[in-house]
């Protein structure tokens, strides 16, 4: 099913509700970026960090590899999702791992991890609490902050098989069923947001804890990364710290900002992914790359607001996910740079400036497979006497023969009246 | 002394709360900096307690206090984690709760 027929099934069952509850984490951000003066100016300099990030990737890459390794972490170069999901099933074969506790990633999503490990056998329990609500339903996240956002606190107390919906209940209830995982797993994978080039760090920022206890309780660390999230300081790291939680949920900083170095008794490996990033360099696409997956451009957007994730069927959904998802699969996902009204509110709030409104118009460019009559069309109107002839078969064509090869404009649409006569004779 | 009045602000604001003294049988730990603009601190020992504990009081220093994250960076060449209140989670319905999987309460004691 495409995104229109999936939204429109979605916003009869809680369409307002869902819009209601994003729309207020929207205007929680805009209060949170109102107390910082110079948020401008700091919108700037991290848009011009990672313009010379994406610049200077392979370098970056390089340098993060060398530090990393220099500091006691190992580190993996993973060429595409199957070589990462590889590289992690062995890390994890070595130690004969049984069961791992796992936080948020938007990367392993895209390389399908969970699926391919729990198929060589591995328990994986997610950890953040969203994302474990998700997992018991056989879902897949529907917001890449707010896994769950598309849940009520009935849907979570259904789960668990509780009659009580109280939402600090339920969530006690998971805290302490999760804990035990915890302390039973052989291994914690986490993603990173950000990476430091001139340190070999990895920089995990979380509400829950969540990542942590996967990050110090078990022996074994894994991180995977992919290759965008590297920046080249500390200092550049300050800048992105001030901006991530104001702009995701109105925070003025996550509960937890870790950076991880060496892991004191045990190992930490950070597997870097890069899955077609270094490819997608070289096209008019690269500026997608500077994402920091803040998720704020989803929160704002007014189609995404009204249809939720799964209308968009990839794993990252809203304005980002409509232009990595064509990217990733162009036959699949031709459907979601439409799925947008080219409003420009994702453009506003996005912290590294990425040209939304720029790029989703070439996407919808990219997908479009030329169509005959459009082509005609267009050629038509090089010539008077093409185009007096090319009106007549359109003015001549049955009506509702037109809305069908029309299709999905005059779903909602009607076609105009078309003129008997010419405006000009 | 406005720095010290806007952490302590932005301390409750993420949950956390100022201590007179560090309780008995709260995990105790020291702070190296804080940070006004949201009230977080900085702690470079990384230790397994600072989450399993249900209660965690910090020890800082009210001269440490510097206004942004940003700021704070200089200081900082080390591996280690800026934590601002108690672990939380808005995950059930948007409701916001007090421990999530780290500690339930969060107290600052400044000295």
């Not at chain 1, 956002?149 to 109280?166: C, M, P, Q, R, S």
């Not at chain 1, 509400?207 to 500390?234: F, Q, R, T």
């Not at chain 1, 607001?305 to 998802?325: E, F």
């Not at chain 1, 699949?332 to 994702?346: Q, R």
Request: hydrophobic share 40%; proline share 4%; charged share 30%.
């Amino acid at each position: 099913m495409k995104h229109y027929e999936l939204a429109v099934e979605f916003y009869k069952k809680q369409g307002p509700r869902h819009d209601r509850a994003l729309w207020a984490i929207r205007q929680k951000r805009d209060k949170a970026i109102k107390e910082v003066k110079e948020w401008e100016k700091l919108r700037q300099q991290a848009s011009e960090i990672k313009d010379y990030v994406i610049e200077n990737l392979h370098n970056l890459v390089d340098e993060f590899m060398k530090n990393a390794k220099k500091e006691g972490i190992e580190v993996y170069f993973a060429k595409d999702a199957k070589e990462h999901n590889e590289i992690v099933l062995n890390l994890l074969k070595e130690i004969d791992a049984k069961k791992i506790v796992k936080s948020k990633s938007m990367l392993t999503e895209e390389c399908g991890l969970n699926e391919f490990l729990e198929k060589n056998g591995i328990n994986v329990i997610d950890t953040d609490l969203g994302e474990r609500i998700v997992q018991l339903r056989g879902e897949k996240p529907s917001h890449i902050v707010l896994p769950a956002i598309h849940t009520t606190k009935e849907d979570v107390a259904e789960i668990l098989g509780e009659n009580n919906t109280d939402p600090t209940y339920l969530t006690r209830k998971m805290r302490k069923l999760l804990r035990e995982e915890f302390l039973s797993a052989d291994a914690g994978i986490s993603g990173a947001n950000f990476l430091i080039a001139q340190k070999g760090y990895a920089v995990v920022c979380t509400n829950e804890g969540n990542a942590d206890l996967g990050a110090i309780l078990p022996p074994l660390h894994i991180i995977s990364v992919g290759i965008e999230k590297l920046i080249p300081s500390m200092k550049d790291l300050g800048v992105f710290l001030r901006i991530l939680a104001r702009n995701a949920t109105g925070q003025a900083i996550t509960t937890y900002s870790s950076i991880f170095g060496k892991k004191e008794g045990g190992r930490r490996v950070i597997v870097l992914v890069d899955n077609g990033r270094f490819e997608r360099l070289k096209t008019e696409f690269k500026e997608t790359l500077k994402c920091i997956r803040c998720s704020a451009c989803l929160t704002t957007c007014p189609v995404f607001r009204r249809s939720g994730g799964h209308s968009y069927r990839y794993v990252i959904p809203g304005p980002i996910g409509s232009l990595l998802a064509p990217l990733s699969d162009k036959e699949e996902y031709s459907d979601l740079p439409f799925a947008c009204t080219l409003c420009d509110s994702c453009e506003m709030v996005c912290p590294v400036k990425i040209p939304f409104s720029k790029q989703l118009r070439e996407m919808r460019k990219y997908v479009t497979n030329e169509n005959i009559i459009i082509k005609f069309a267009e050629k038509s109107m090089h010539s008077a006497t093409v185009f007096k002839l090319f009106s007549k078969i359109i003015r001549l064509t049955p009506k509702p023969f037109l809305e069908k090869i029309t299709n999905e404009w005059s779903r909602y649409k009607a076609l105009p009246l078309i003129p008997k006569e010419r405006f000009i004779k | 002394m406005e720095k010290l009045d806007k952490f302590i602000q932005n301390l409750k604001k993420a949950g956390g709360e100022v201590l007179d003294e560090a309780p008995d049988g709260w995990y105790k730990t020291k702070a190296l900096l804080g940070i006004a603009e949201n009230g977080a601190v900085w702690i470079d020992e990384y230790v397994k307690e600072l989450f399993l504990s249900e209660n965690v009081a910090v020890i800082l220093d009210k001269n440490s206090i510097v206004e942004t994250t940003q700021e704070a960076m200089e200081y900082i060449n080390t591996p280690g984690i800026f934590i601002s209140g108690p672990s939380k989670t808005a995950d059930v319905e948007s409701f916001l709760v007090y421990g999530a999987h780290g500690p339930i309460r969060f107290g600052i004691h400044l000295i």
